[in-house]
């Protein structure tokens, strides 16, 4: 049975996003569901987050845990059994520093995990991140600043378009190494305050991946940071594949 309520606090996240080609990004999704667009273009990325204090809902935050993780997501929206259109984000794999996390997601909180080093440095303003997945087949790269603005390639028009944007993607369904169900997962947070980070350097084996992604369908839209978030993920009916 799945703990139906985890809270604890956000120290620090970042999402990495890039603008993709809508065909191209729908042959990447399961059938269930179809990419969100922004001005005709489907949004991706990573999400990756330093979370701790995390327990169970109603806990002291001293015998919370912490963990770096990793999330590569994508803006979708489906119907669902009523025939109503939701939206949120796709998680075609999730990433940690976990051992607990391994263990328990997917049994006891939704979200099967795959196991990953992290490489942070962090003073606050610079951030210089790598992850690498224990099997080698994941590497994502991020290295910037935090900033006032949005970088003026994106196709974002201002910060608050991109932050009301990403806040309705607090939805996301997992995928399942059977196939045959999604694991849903909300993110509620009791505040919602993000900054653009100015990147130096950016890198996804996932987005890198021209099989998936070939040559011009695949952009580097714009990076943002959450910090110290008191936050809670409850978790969500299955949805069938």
């Not at 935050?61 to 770096?68: D, P, Q, T, V």
């Not at 909180?109 to 690498?132: N, Q, S």
Request: aromatic share 8%.
């Amino acid at each position: 049975m799945k703990l139906p309520v985890i809270e604890g606090v956000i120290r620090r996240r970042i999402l990495v996003n890039y603008r993709v080609i809508p065909e191209v990004m729908a042959k990447v999704l399961p059938p269930k569901f179809r990419p969100k667009l922004h001005f005709g273009w489907a949004i991706g990325g990573i999400c990756l987050i330093r979370l701790e204090q995390i327990r169970p809902h109603g806990m002291p935050a001293l015998i919370g845990r912490s963990s770096e993780n990793a999330a590569h997501r994508i803006a979708v929206m489906w119907e669902d059994e009523q025939g109503q259109t939701q939206e949120g984000v796709y998680v075609p794999r999730r990433d940690t520093d976990s051992r607990l996390n391994r263990l328990l997601g997917g049994r006891v909180f939704p979200g099967e995990h795959h196991g990953a080093k992290f490489r942070v440095e962090d003073d606050g303003r610079k951030i210089d991140l790598e992850m690498v997945s224990n099997d080698e087949s994941v590497v994502v790269q991020v290295r910037g600043t935090t900033t006032d603005e949005m970088p003026p390639f994106s196709e974002f028009n201002d910060l608050a378009e991109a932050s009301s944007f990403f806040e309705a993607g607090s939805l996301g369904y997992s995928a399942t190494s059977d196939g045959k169900r999604f694991e849903g997962l909300r993110l509620k947070t009791s505040t919602w305050h993000i900054e653009p980070l100015k990147v130096e350097h950016q890198y996804s084996t996932f987005f890198n991946d021209q099989t998936k992604f070939p040559p011009d369908s695949v952009t580097f839209d714009c990076a943002l940071v959450m910090r110290d978030i008191p936050h809670e993920w409850h978790g969500q009916p299955d949805l069938p594949a």
